[in-house]
Nanobody, 123 residues
């Protein structure tokens, strides 16, 4: 198991930036693919970004391409999501997830989840 704790959420004006962090505990962190999902009120949980266990491959949902960047530091056991040029539709609870996936877009592929951190973008 990997224990995950997100931080860095908050209230930001549209066009601003936030950096989310996910801190992991456990000795097997380096073997997990890591992803960020988000969930807006009344909507299904949505894939945002993923980085594979090597850190060599990343993928983003279309709506955040060019604005968000996922990274990981295996030595520090952290995963980050840099979010720039935030839009109102980016509002939601952001979750860090760990897994060994076959389809990284599917939330059920991930076995460990953080508690979530709220991101609210205002006009």
């Amino acid at each position: 198991q990997v224990q995950l704790t997100e931080s860095g959420g908050g209230l930001v004006q549209a066009g601003g930036s936030l950096r989310l962090s996910c801190a992991a505990s456990g000795r097997t962190f380096n073997t997990y693919d890591m992803a960020w999902f988000r969930q807006a009120p009344g909507k299904e949980r949505e894939f945002v970004a993923v980085i594979d266990w090597t850190g060599d491959r990343t993928h983003y949902t279309d709506s955040v391409k060019g604005r968000f960047a996922i990274s990981r530091d295996n030595a520090e056991k952290t995963v980050s999501l840099q979010m720039d040029n935030l839009k109102l539709e980016d509002t939601g609870v952001y979750f860090c997830a760990a897994g060994r996936y076959t389809d990284y877009r599917v939330s059920a592929q991930y076995t460990d989840w953080g508690q979530g951190t709220q991101v609210t973008v205002s006009s």
